[in-house]
Structures are given as C-alpha cells and as structure tokens.
C-alpha cells in the first residue's frame, strides 16, 4: 500500500464529513425561514408581480405584459418571466414566491461555498493541501446562509430581482476565478470559462437587476488582490488584461454617456424625493455603518423590512466627517493588507464594491437591507479569516471552534426569529412599528389595522402622525378625508391644504391610488362632506406635478385624471390628459404604450355615440399612428374595436 494511503482515507473522511455538514447547512436555512413562508406579500410586492401575470403563453402577451420599464423594456426581463412563470404555474400566491425564494438563497448559499473555496485556493495556495480551503468556505457561507440580515430579501417576494441577480453572478465570479485558476495548465479552456461567464451570465444577471454591472468592479477587485494581471501562459498574457479592461471600462463608458445624454435616466427621480444628490451622499455615510453594525452585530431588533424612517443629513458635521474618515480607514487599512493578507483585502473591499450603485448618486431611499445581499460576504469572509489567523495560536483552536459553531447556531436561531415576524401582515406590521415608530409605512400600518377592526380612536392617533411625518405631501390628507367621510364637516382648510399639496407636493404610487378610492366613494355617495368637483380639482393638480420619482407613476397620475375628467364628461380635459400620458409612454416601452392604448380604449368607451368614441381615440393618437403600427399597439374600444385611425 502507498505511503500517503492513509492520508488518502483520512481526506476522503473529511470530505464526506464535509458533504454531511452542507446538507445540515441547507436543512437548517430551510428550518430558520420555515415560519415566515406563510406571511403575505408586502410594500411593493402586489404592485410588481400583478404587472407580470399571464393568462396564456403567447408572444403578443408576453411581450406586451413583460417588456415593460426603463432601456426599451429589457429591464429586469428575466426576473419578471420568472415572475410571470411562477404565476402561470402556481397563481397569486405568496407562500410559493417565498418558498421559491429560499430554494434560490439556498442555490446562492452553495455558489457562495465554491466561490469562497476558488477564493481561498487562489489566495492563499498553502491553505489547500489538506482541503483547508473548503472548511473556510464551509464556515463563511454558514454565515451568509443563516444571517438574520438576509431575511427581509428572502422573504420579500419581489427581491427575487436580487436572489436572480446574484444568482448569475456568482456563477459569472466563479466562472472567471476557476478560468483564471486553469489558465496556466488550460490556457484554451480558462479562457472560453471566462468567456462563458461575462458573455452569458452576466448579462443575466444585469437582465434580473441592473446593479449586476457592479460584477465589472468585483472581478477587477479580485483580479488586483487574488491574481495581479499576471498569467504565466503565453496565450493569455495579453488577453487576460485586455478583457479584464474591456470589461470594467463598459459600464463606465455607459454610465458616463448615460448622465452626459440622458441623465433624467438616472437623476430625474432627484424630484420625487425630500433630499438632494448631496444630502444623499452624506446619509449614506451613516447608513454603510448601520449596515456594518448590523452585520457584525446581528440583533434582530435592530433589523427591519421599513427603513423609510432612517434620518437625512443635510449637513456636513463632525459625526459625518468621522464617519467618513472611518470608512477611510477601512479601505486603506485593506490596501496596506493587499501584499500580507489579500484575502482579508479582497473581503473589505467587497463590501464597498457591492455598494457602489444603491448607496450612492443613484435617488433611491435611503436605506433597505436587500442591499447587503452579496455585500455581506465580504465581511463574512474577513471575519472567518481573522479567526484562522488567531487559531493557530496555542490553545486557541477549541475555543474559537466552539465559538465559531455558537456564532452559526446563534445566526440560525435569530433568522427563525425574524422569519417568524414575517409569518403574518399584522404580526410583521406590530413588529416594525415596535421598532420603528417614525417609519411612515410602519404607521400606514397600524392605521390600516385599527381601521380594520373599528377602532377609530386608534385610527385617528396613527392618522395624525401620517400627518406628522409628512407635512408636505397630499397623502396623508387624503387619507384623512375617506377616513372623516361620514362626519357632519371637514376640519376648516382641510380640502384647501390638500389642494396645496397636491400640487406642490411628492407624487407616489400611494397618493394616486389613494385619489381613486376617495373619488370612488364620492360617486358612490359615501362620502357627502366633499364637494362636486374636489376630486378632479385634485386630479388635475396630481397630474401637473412633476415631483413624481418614476415614469409609471406620471402616467397613471394622468390616467386617473383623465378618468374623472371623462366621467364628469369634459372630455376635452380627458384628451389632454391621455396624451400627456401618451408622450410619457412613447419615450419607455411598448409595454407602457400598451397601457395607454388600453386607458384611452376604456375612456373612449364612455363616450355613448360609437362615431364619436372612435372620434375620441383618432384625436387621443394624432401623431402617434406610426410608432402605434411598428410596435402592434391597438386601441381596444368595446363599442367598436379600432387598430390605429386610417387617416395618419
């Protein structure tokens, strides 16, 4: 028998050993979000995936139903087929979108597994002898798997867009280290595996969620601490460098013509917010070091689905400026560590790296702990090093062995722990609330439960800190104009104020929405304290806004006026309201064409004289015949349904 025989047998052990403890792993991450996958769906989970429902599988529906949003309507195309599929398959139901959603995190978990390992085998040779490196991917994808910061994209249905996103990239991060590791034995094959990950996975990763071009800053990351831009082989001496270039350059050179051609694309959403480009620059600062804190200190009490209450710095003071010299010092510490310790610079940086697009320039809110998803194993990874480094002290090994398991099983029990909040809307809501009463949708919350269950009293108190918190905008008046409905009078200048404010105010998918119930119960003769007409004073003012963050909420905003103008038979003022509409969407996608058409079919249709709704529908389009045809976009009017008017 060979020497090293035993050896062999010990390794093939531990190797099984290993594959015994993932599938624990997969099994407990299974068990943690168990009590959450019969919650409901949250926020804007109804709004995105009721876009993305198929009656049948053709073209023309898909099409129209799917391509839809920003850059000609690909954006996030392969996470809303998913969507769209699991729909078809499986309905509107929340607890399949969760349940597919934890069998992704779980697939990610074990990408995450043999990247780390890559990670370590390029890193630190020395350490894979023994299969060293798979014990530290073990434990650094334990972390990830099972860490309670991970539940509010996990559980929230609509984040499939970052469980897809990170899905294909990880597998792209795999495909260009293991490619790198291969160049120099395999030139050909390295090569063609690094190939298949930037030309196949990342672009859909980018098609599931578009902050995937962040992948261009990774690879460069990992490419400058793990390999240095300096292959052996021949072959991909100069080839390596030049796609590595190539590849990190296009999304600069792509945002850059983005913000000098169009930068409304990006910056226009400036509008719809209560802070500036710079005000956002300057929370963010505070917001990286919550997300640092809730990393490393994992307390799910601090941990939460509603954010919106997180504070705007509008200064530059000394608690900022400390703040960003200490994430200054974070990266210069990881730079001076790029020689002695390029693993622990690579984890450091790569938190940074994942934040480049959503806690910067970008007029998103402030703060939402999906943004962590793939940030957070770089702190996993810098952690579980450090510890390595101790254990080969004397008499350090046990300790830090028994601790690292305490860490994981901690991690575990504290997700169950959050998952179980998730395990009911009202139960999430009271939970958020408890921790965040300043959140506006914590308190929309609580507003919605006492008005649900009679309890006007409490209803009234959760109306007057809508109120409070947002003393600018028209929806929160709204609010309190259905709730008031059934009173002799109106408290003096309420209608007034929310006249003001709709004009002056933020427009949001909430005040819009909100401005049909209210009309609704108007017409419907439940709510006699409002005046004739107030609802289409309102709807005019909406519509004139132009604070509103997102194209679709400008459309529908002119939708529902031209609605109430239409039912109040001015239908001069429903025209000029659809086409406002119209122009909108002629600069976004068919789908939002589609969308149009449809209003305006709908609109057209009140108009009792067939004649004169076809009438309608030709003047609505003048102009738009030809872009109408090229995309196949009919105005379905029920009295007589038209294609586009002959006559343009």
């Not at 000394?318 to 690579?346: C, K, N, Y």
Request: proline share 6%.
């Amino acid at each position: 028998m060979p020497e090293n025989a035993p050896d062999q047998g010990r390794f093939f052990s531990r190797q099984f050993v290993l594959v015994l403890i993932i599938v624990a792993l997969i099994c407990a991450t299974l068990l943690a979000y168990t009590p959450g996958l019969e919650g409901d769906f949250v926020l804007d989970d109804a709004a995105n995936l009721q876009q993305a429902q198929l009656e049948t599988l053709t073209w023309k529906e898909a099409r129209l139903t799917l391509l839809s949003g920003r850059f000609a309507g690909i954006s996030r195309i392969v996470t809303r087929i998913s969507f769209a599929l699991t729909q078809y398959s499986s309905g509107y139901d929340a607890p399949t979108f969760k349940y597919q959603n934890v069998l992704l995190h779980l697939a990610n978990g074990l990408l995450v597994f043999w990247l780390v390992a890559l990670f370590v085998q390029a890193g630190d040779p020395r350490a894979t002898g023994g299969g060293e490196q798979y014990w530290t991917a073990l434990l650094v994808s334990a972390i990830w798997l099972l860490h309670p910061l991970q539940v509010s994209t996990v559980l929230y249905a609509v984040q499939r867009l970052v469980l897809l996103s990170a899905f294909f990239s990880l597998i792209a991060l795999v495909c260009y280290v293991k490619g790198r590791l291969l160049i120099e034995s395999a030139p050909t094959f390295g090569l063609t595996l690094i190939l298949v990950g930037l030309l196949l996975f990342w672009p859909l990763a980018i098609l599931s969620k578009e902050n995937a071009v962040l992948l261009a800053p990774a690879l460069l990351l990992v490419e400058l601490t793990l390999f240095g831009f300096k292959p052996k082989s021949r072959l991909a001496r100069w080839r390596i460098p030049t796609i590595a270039g190539f590849f990190f350059l296009l999304p600069i050179v792509l945002l850059s013509g983005i913000l000098l051609l169009a930068p409304d694309t990006l910056l226009g959403g400036y509008a719809g917010r209560d802070f500036d480009i710079a005000e956002r620059l300057l929370t963010q600062v505070h917001a990286i070091w919550f997300y640092l804190r809730l990393i490393l200190f994992p307390v799910p009490a601090q941990m939460g689905l509603y954010h919106d209450g997180f504070p705007v710095q509008r200064v530059l003071d000394l608690r900022t400026i400390i703040g960003m010299l200490g994430l200054t010092a974070l990266v210069s510490i990881a730079l001076t560590l790029r020689r002695t310790a390029p693993l622990i610079t690579l984890g450091i940086l790569w938190f940074f790296v994942w934040h480049l697009v959503e806690s910067t320039i970008v007029p998103l809110e402030m703060v939402f702990e999906h943004r962590n998803y793939l940030a957070l194993l770089g702190p996993a990874m810098v952690l579980v090093l450090a510890g390595q480094r101790l254990s080969h002290a004397p008499n350090l090994q046990r300790p830090l062995a028994i601790g690292a398991f305490a860490l994981v099983l901690l991690l575990g029990l504290n997700t169950a722990s959050r998952a179980f909040s998730w395990s009911s809307y009202e139960l999430l809501v009271r939970t958020e609330y408890q921790r965040a009463p300043h959140s506006v949708r914590a308190v929309e919350g609580m507003f919605v439960l006492a008005n649900n269950r009679g309890d006007r009293k409490a209803a009234r108190i959760y109306l007057d800190q809508l109120s409070a918190l947002l003393p600018n905008d028209a929806w929160p008046l709204l609010y309190e104009i259905i709730f008031r409905c059934q009173d002799d009078q109106l408290p003096s200048g309420l209608l007034k104020t929310a006249l003001h404010r709709a004009a002056t105010g933020r427009v949001t998918p909430a005040l819009v929405s909100t401005l049909g119930e209210l009309d609704t119960a108007v017409r419907q003769q439940r709510c006699p304290v409002v005046p004739p007409g107030f609802t289409l004073h309102l709807a005019k003012n909406i519509a004139g806004n132009e604070r509103a963050h997102m194209t679709s909420v400008r459309i529908k905003a002119y939708h529902q006026w031209a609605v109430l103008a239409a039912l109040s038979r001015d239908m001069d003022t429903a025209r000029s309201a659809l086409r406002s509409a119209l122009a909108l969407a002629a600069s976004d996608s068919p789908a939002r064409l589609d969308q149009v058409a449809t209003q305006i079919g709908q609109i057209a249709s009140i108009v009792p004289d067939p004649a004169h709704a076809v009438a309608f529908a030709a003047s609505t389009t003048e102009g738009y015949g030809e872009q109408l045809r090229k995309e196949k976009v009919d105005i379905p009017i029920p009295v007589h349904a038209i294609a586009v008017p002959p006559n343009q």
